[in-house]
Nanobody, 120 residues
Framework: QAQLVESGGGLVQAGGSLRLSCAAS????????MGWYRQAPGKQRELVAD???????NYADSVKGRFTISRDNAKNTVYLQMNSLKPEDTAVYSC??????????????WGQGTQVTVSS
């Protein structure tokens, strides 16, 4: 069974930076799309950014120009570099991945989430 483990959340002042990491492990044949979602209190979960195995990226309008998603396919790891953070970026950030655990079976899996808090 595949699993995702995130790291890198924390408390930062507005204008600061954080880097999130998410490593996939376990039964993995290959991973297609990996992405980051976030959910703020009282709000729906939203896509922040995702990246395909070939490196094609997609960003929410609210983070374009400030956040950068990248991945290391050899390490099955995805990163989210967050710069110029704003208080409205405060949320629980969760990693998501489309994992082919065999050549015939694909699973969509989630990490446990990591808190990002931006103070004004």
């Amino acid at each position: 069974q595949a699993q995702l483990v995130e790291s890198g959340g924390g408390l930062v002042q507005a204008g600061g930076s954080l880097r999130l990491s998410c490593a996939a492990s376990g039964s993995i044949f290959t991973i297609h799309t990996m992405g980051w979602y976030r959910q703020a209190p009282g709000k729906q979960r939203e896509l922040v950014a995702d990246i395909t195995s070939s490196g094609r990226t997609n960003y929410a309008d609210s983070v374009k120009g400030r956040f950068t998603i990248s991945r290391d396919n050899a390490k099955n790891t995805v990163y989210l570099q967050m710069n110029s953070l704003k208080p409205e970026d405060t949320a629980v950030y969760s990693c998501n991945a489309d994992v082919w655990v065999t050549t015939m079976r694909k699973e969509n899996i989630w990490g446990q989430g990591t808190q990002v808090t931006v103070s004004s």
